[in-house]
T-cell receptor, first 111, second 116 residues
């Protein structure tokens, strides 16, 4: 099992550009999550999904969109990148609502 | 919604000493409390968790205690070793049971340094 795979690992965007952060898991987990991590701020939940076709907002959803068309994939879309979206993004998955498995993260800079 | 406060933000101990990290939560409906360890350049990894129907749980050198009345829970690491140096996060969720929303809310993190 590869676990939770995130791509890319690093990315630099210009203000106003768009991009999709990819996340895939091979553990047949129902739950998937996107968090962002800013220095000294812990992990903030952006969006989460409890199954294919179902998504819901977390603590900080503004500026992001998600979709969950399959159990395995949960991409995060940034439409108009802003400097405030400079962060490290983590995708996670779990079988139920506990014991999250995290990917290795995507470091995003918006300049 | 749920809010989780974690203290201290940094903690430095000598190898062999104990380390304690404390968290408080606001939502009395929270029923699941995990702790994660994050090493440099990696994603967080679950090290121990506790449910609200249990007051204490231990796994070798780490233990977690829960006080539901005071809405406190703590991580205890005994006989610390240099490899325990990392960032530790507490979290809370009401994701168990019929009101399963699946939202795990994290504290701000504690950077633990174990000096050899």
């Amino acid at each position: 099992n590869a676990g939770v795979t995130q791509t890319p690992k690093f990315r630099i965007l210009k203000i106003g550009q768009s991009m999709t952060l990819q996340c895939a898991q091979d553990m047949n987990h129902n739950y998937m999550y996107w968090y962002r991590q800013d220095p000294g701020m812990g992990l903030k939940l952006i969006y989460y999904s409890v199954g294919a076709g179902i998504t819901d907002k977390g603590e900080v959803p503004n500026g992001y969109n998600v979709s969950r068309s399959t159990t395995e994939d949960f991409p995060l879309r940034l439409e108009l990148a802003a400097p405030s979206q400079t962060s490290v993004y983590f995708c996670a998955s779990s079988y139920g609502a506990e014991k999250l498995f995290f990917g290795s993260g995507t470091q995003l800079s918006v300049l | 919604g749920e809010n989780v406060e974690q203290h201290p933000s940094t903690l430095s101990v000598q190898e062999g000493d104990s380390a304690v990290i404390k968290c408080t939560y606001s939502d009395s409906a929270s029923n699941y409390f995990p702790w994660y360890k994050q090493e440099l350049g990696k994603g967080p990894q679950l090290i121990i968790d506790i449910r609200s129907n249990v007051g204490e749980k231990k796994d070798q050198r780490i233990a977690v205690t829960l006080n539901k009345t005071a809405k406190h829970f703590s991580l205890h690491i005994t006989e610390t070793q240099p490899e325990d140096s990392a960032v530790y996060f507490c979290a809370a969720s009401n994701g168990l049971g019929s009101s399963n929303t699946g939202k795990l809310i994290f504290g701000q993190g504690t950077t633990l340094q174990v000096k050899p």
